[in-house]
């Protein structure tokens, strides 16, 4: 039972460049997010899940696409790096969206140039 | 405006020095307040939900506690291993799980 995995670990991108965060968890959990954090701020919800086939948009949208083919999986999109995309991203699930006790993955950390 | 703000941003301890954290919110309509522990290059790691004020909930060393206005997070008797950034949450006014986060307290407790 590995939990949450996210991948890639680390990441470095060209402005203008596209890649996707995959994020995975085998927990059966219906509910999945994506937040990212930057120093000296708390983690802002970017784009959530319900369950396979739902999302939509939290705190901070702009620049990524999320989509949810499945319940395990819920990969995070970036159609076109910028600068302002450097920051260290973490996935979460949780059993339900009234179940408070989320799951983070371990981050995956990227800086664009 | 939904809001969370977390104090001291850092806070040092000596081995059994105890401590209290803050977190205040507003939030129209509290549906919980969430407690969670980071460590360097991890992911949050949940620790408590407090639902209403005047609850409490004990771990270890660390006690939360809930008022209409704030939550403290009381370190009795730190160790080093405590060392870690605490971070307190609120659900956003549309849903449970949609939080909003404090920017955290960075913890360090040296013996």
């Known amino acids: 039972n590995a939990g949450v995995t996210q991948t890639p670990k680390f990441q470095v991108l060209k402005t203008g460049q596209s890649m996707t965060l995959q994020c995975a968890q085998d927990?059966?959990?219906?509910?999945m997010s994506w937040y990212r954090q930057d120093p000296g701020m708390g983690l802002r919800l970017i784009h959530y899940?319900?369950?396979?086939?739902?999302?939509d948009q939290g705190e901070v949208p702009n620049g990524y696409n999320v989509s949810r083919s499945t319940t395990e999986d819920f990969p995070l999109r970036l159609l076109s790096a910028a600068p302002s995309q450097t920051s260290v991203y973490f996935c979460?699930?949780?059993?339900?969206?009234?179940?408070?006790?989320?799951?983070f993955g371990q981050g995956t950390r990227l800086t664009v140039v | 405006e939904d809001q969370v703000t977390q104090s001291p941003e850092a806070l040092r301890l000596q081995e059994g020095e105890s401590s209290s954290l803050n977190c205040s919110y507003t939030?129209?309509?509290?549906?919980?307040l969430f407690w969670y522990r980071q460590d360097p290059g991890k992911g949050p790691e949940f620790l408590f939900t407090?639902?209403?004020a005047g609850e409490e909930k004990e771990k270890e060393r660390l006690k939360a506690t809930l008022t209409k206005k704030e939550s403290f997070l009381h370190i009795t008797a730190p160790k080093p291993e405590d060392s870690a950034t605490y971070l307190c949450?609120?659900?956003?006014?549309?849903?449970?799980?949609?939080?909003?986060f404090g920017a955290g307290t960075r913890l360090a407790v040296h013996p």
């Open positions: 979460a699930s949780s059993y339900s969206s009234e179940n408070t006790e989320a799951f």
């Open positions: 927990m059966n959990h219906e509910y």
């Open positions: 899940s319900v369950g396979a086939g739902i999302t």
């Open positions: 939030v129209s309509g509290l549906r919980g």
């Open positions: 407090l639902y209403s």
């Open positions: 949450a609120v659900p956003f006014s549309g849903g449970y799980n949609k939080l909003i």
